[in-house]
Every structure is written in structure tokens, then in C-alpha cells.
């Protein structure tokens, strides 16, 4: 988005226009993005979705793969009242631990993948790459106005059921 606004100096008698360009990513709804995806993890979530079905992401930051996003088919991964949904990519929900949360409130994510094994447990592995998280903290402009929107839903929440 792109603002503009007029100002006067009365020292030297001069307007002056000052442009703002706010490159805050936001999701339909106008809220902040916490979770995006790049585009090579998401034609490989294309690919994994005709295998697997409808698919989701958990970040748990625990012993497999440390704090690599594990993506599981829809419904394999049990959600606790206590996970956090921080958005959808590429049509796949995505959720993290309060624990982890805690520690990440204030950075965005981003889903990306590389060559290499990952974890067993999550579906990419066989295909020989791996999901991992990208990171960037939040301005205090976006940090701001996620505060002022509230704590992300918590539990078995999608997309569909928040923005009904």
C-alpha cells in the first residue's frame, strides 16, 4: 500500500510530500502474514498433496529434526487445545507449539525446502528433500498491529473455520 502525505515548512515556505510504501504482507482478511511460503515448497506441497491428500504443517521445535516444520497428512498429527494456528500456505494449514510460539511471536516464517533427508515422520522425506523454516523478525509497524489484533486461534482451527 502506498500513502502520501503533504507537509509545510514554514522556515523556508516549501511543501513537501512524504510517500510511505507499507510492504507488510497481509493475509485476505487484512490481518499480518506470521507464515508464508516460498515457491519451490509450494509446488512440492502440490506434488505431496496428490500423493497424501489434504496435508498440514506442525513446528514443534523437538527432538526430530530439531525445529524443522514436519508436514503430516491432514489429521495423522493430533492438535492440542494448547497449538497455535498461524496461518495457511499453499492451502495446507499451518500450526506450532505454544512453547514454540512463545519463543517465535515475533517473527515471520517462511516455508522453504532444500535437498537432504529430513525426519521420517514427515511426508517429504522419501523425495529426498527436507521442509525448513526461514526466518525474519517482524518490523515494529507489523509487530504492532499483531498485537493489536490479538493472540493467533488456538487448537484444531483451519482457515475455513476462523474466517466463517
Known sequence: MLTSQLF???????YFKE???????RTADGRVERVSVTPK???????????????MFHQSGGCCDGSSPMC????????GNVD????????????????QYEYWKHTHLTVDVVKGRGSGFSVEAPEGVRFLIRSRIFSDEEYAQLLAEGEPPRGDQTASSINS
Open 84 to 99: 497455535v494456528y498461524l496461518g495457511t500456505v499453499a492451502d495446507v494449514p499451518f500450526y506450532i507449539s505454544a512453547s
Open 8 to 14: 509545510y515548512d514554514k522556515a523556508s515556505s516549501r
Open 72 to 79: 503430516y497428512p491432514r489429521g495423522d498429527f493430533r492438535l
Open 19 to 25: 510517500i510511505t510504501v507499507d510492504t507488510t504482507k
Open 41 to 55: 515448497a509450494a509446488e512440492l506441497l502440490g506434488t505431496l498433496k496428490l500423493i497424501h491428500g489434504p496435508l
